[in-house]
């Protein structure tokens, strides 16, 4: 019988993936860890299926002892060893080499595909990028919080799916959850810094794990500590292509489940998913849509328009501003709106379309443009309501703003339209171009007005019943690729909500056109009557200010990548450099006590993170290796790129630039097993040494 040589190995221990690279040679992988030849040989496999284009390598797989393995690359026509995908094979072994290589693949919708294009055309890690709070009272348990998440994410294949970097149709279902749970004390940061550097960090849609959850507080349950400090505070940031605001609802009442069952959510029957719905995507005749919408547009051929008031200038610092009407001032909106047969939403827009109108100076019926988010949730899908996924999505809207026409005729279009739409919540923007193909001005602005699932108030119930007090989680804002997104909600008290999230430069209008927004649904409800006309409306404003869009702001050339920060100096002038890749959700925090137990002497710098694939990558990846070539000196030691797993092909890229310089570079990816910067600060330093 066969000894097993890795039945001794500690299965805890961790993985290391070495990438050895030098100008002409042939790659080098050195592997540490619990990972036995069959896994390795699946893992190549797995490449080789993935990668079809990529050249036929060949492999030679060297055991030099217990838990370390050498593989070795050759090709019969010379080496080029930017040929094989070497970061993906390193993130393969150290995401997966303690279980199966399988992952489940199926097609991204065409509102995922085209989320996910408007991301990469604004580079940057906070576009289509949400965030929802919620404040948590009584008692809490963080480790059984933490916990519980981790069985959400184990249970939800939505919060194990990416997008696949080497083709931007599929998605990929990974088998092993990647769960983001951090826990901050109350001491240790305050709420409105957290919110803004973790929006800053963004969420990678091409990572599993489009959540994240942030907890603030909670480490204590003395009645003083929770008096000076409040409640304990949930942050969740995620990403628009692979979640919605009403998944995220969703998501947390599956959280609730968990926790009062001690962590672990229990069993049910399975809900459709993300798969299911893409099936039935599928199924639909499109003929009836494409109809409606040509007609719908069409319909604006020979009016005036507003031409588009605001330029995207994505490289400029994001704005961000609230307004509250009253519960008073919201229950007398909804109930006007009620009499025209609306809602709030059709008000909002009906205040939005005289606001556009006025900015744009526009004279006698004029068609305004902008873009209405449907939640997806109205089509006939059996359990759509209890799926959770990227269904929520942008559709153009075209007004006509006639200052003769009387506030219930526009109200009463507004709706019909709306009405009308619904049946066709799952057609995209992308389709819609497509189908109308007639030059038209864009839409810039996005409003999006949410609903919520339905509460489920026997859980409400047993939380209470644990002294646990919780409200539905509040949206932030989102940043999207609109220069400027209104999203409206309703709080716990029942007040309406607007928030602003534009671009910096555009400060002074957006938030003077945010004012007049709230004024409009404040007033409306006072003086508007049958007789009222849009023109009567737009005199109300008449004394408030000079328009609020005076036209668009160029966009200027993006800045280049931000320098190395340097997390400690080189012991002498010879040292050699470890360049460090920050991952997202991890902290300066956490590098700076990295660098401080590592032995050195080497000198060690902290990258910005990387995009894990898409159009910019390789653009950010040169940008990244110029910002660090400086500290690279072909007179000191080996230059070695580290990374988490999931950045290994950041890694490898950087080091294959380095290569492509003269130097013989190594890149280094570790699992996400072991997470003490003791133990990291020790990996690095022996895989920064040459093996024997």
């Keep these: 019988m066969t000894t097993n040589r890795f039945a001794r190995l500690p299965q805890r221990e961790p993985i290391t993936v070495v990438v050895d690279l030098g100008p002409g040679a042939a790659p080098v992988l050195q592997l540490c860890g619990p990972l036995p030849a069959t896994r390795i040989e699946a893992a190549l496999d797995t490449i080789t299926a993935r990668h079809p284009d990529a050249r ?39 995401r997966a080499g303690r279980g199966a290589f399988t992952t489940r693949h199926h097609d991204a919708t065409l509102l995922q595909r085209e989320l996910l294009a408007a991301a990469d055309a604004h580079p940057g ?41 080497q083709s931007e149709g599929a998605l990929i279902v990974h088998d092993r959850p990647d769960p983001q749970v951090v826990h901050l004390s109350h001491d240790s940061a305050e709420w409105h810094t957290l919110v803004a550097s973790d929006r800053r960090r963004g969420i990678d849609p091409r990572r599993p794990a489009p959540l994240r959850v942030t907890l603030l507080g909670g480490e204590s349950t003395e009645a003083a500590d929770l008096a000076r400090t409040g409640p304990a505070r949930v942050l969740l940031t995620y990403h628009h292509a692979l979640l919605d605001s009403w998944s995220v609802r969703l998501l947390v009442r599956e959280f609730y ?14 809900r459709p998913d993300m798969s299911d719905y893409t099936a039935w995507l599928a199924t639909q005749d499109t003929t009836a849509a494409k109809d409606f919408f040509t007609h719908t547009d069409a319909g604006d051929t020979d009016a005036v328009r507003v031409p588009p008031l605001f330029t995207d200038t994505a490289h400029r610092t994001e704005g961000r501003s609230r307004l509250r009407l009253t519960q008073e001032e919201t229950a007398r909106l909804a109930d006007w709106a009620a009499r025209w047969g609306g809602g709030e939403s059709t008000a909002l827009q009906a205040v939005w379309s005289l606001l556009l109108y006025r900015a744009g100076r526009a004279e006698g019926p004029c068609h305004v443009r902008f873009a209405t988010t449907t939640a997806g949730r109205g089509i006939l899908f059996e359990g759509i309501e209890r799926t959770p996924g990227a269904l929520a999505g942008p559709l153009p809207q075209s007004v006509l703003v006639d200052p003769h026409a009387t506030v219930p005729q526009l109200m009463t279009h507004l709706r019909d339209h709306c009405l009308d739409q619904a049946a066709y919540e799952w057609v ?197 290796y110029d910002a660090l070539a400086p500290h690279l000196r072909p007179d000191t030691g080996r230059p070695v790129l580290a990374a988490f797993c999931g950045d290994g092909v950041a890694a490898c890229t950087l080091a294959r630039l380095a290569a492509a310089d003269g130097h013989r570079p190594r890149a280094v990816v570790l699992d996400t097993t072991a997470t003490d910067p003791d133990d990291l600060a020790h990996r690095l330093a022996a895989a920064a040494r040459p093996h024997p």
Excluded: M
């Design 56 to 94: 036929a390598w060949k492999t030679d797989l060297d055991r030099p002892g217990p838990g370390r393995h050498t593989v070795r690359f050759s090709t019969t026509d010379g080496p080029d060893p930017a040929d094989f995908p070497l970061g993906a094979l390193a993130d393969l072994l150290t």
């Design 125 to 165: 890690p906070g576009r289509q990028v949400e965030q929802a709070s919620f404040d948590w009272y009584g008692p809490l348990d963080v480790p059984r919080f933490t916990t519980a998440w981790h069985s959400v994410f184990a249970r939800e294949s939505v919060l194990r799916t990416a997008f696949d970097d």
């Design 257 to 270: 489940r968990a926790y009062l069952a001690g962590g672990e959510l229990p069993g049910g029957q399975r």
């Design 428 to 624: 995209t923007a992308g389709q819609i171009h497509a189908w109308t193909r007639r030059p038209a001005p864009p839409a810039d602005t996005l409003l999006t007005f949410e609903t919520l699932p339905h509460a489920l108030s026997e859980l409400d119930a047993e939380l209470a019943a644990h002294g646990i007090e919780v409200e539905p989680p509040q949206t932030l804002g989102a940043h999207t690729a609109y220069p400027l997104t209104l999203t409206a909600h309703h709080d716990s008290g029942d007040c309406l909500v607007l928030t602003a999230s534009y671009d910096q430069a555009r400060f002074c209008e957006i938030t003077e056109l945010l004012a007049h927004a709230a004024l409009l649904l404040r007033e409306l409800p006072r003086g508007a009557g049958p007789g009222t006309t849009l023109g009567d409306v737009l005199a109300l404003l008449t004394h408030l200010g000079s328009d609020p869009a005076p036209g668009p702001v160029p966009v200027t050339e993006r800045e280049g990548a931000p320098p190395p920060a340097v997390l400690r100096p080189p012991a002498h002038p010879r040292a050699a450099t470890l360049a460090l890749l920050q991952a997202p959700g991890r902290t300066r925090a956490f590098y700076d006590r990295i660098a401080r137990a590592y032995p050195g002497p080497e000198n060690l710098l902290l990258l910005a993170p990387l995009p894990a694939g898409g159009a910019h990558a390789a653009t950010a990846a040169r940008t990244a």
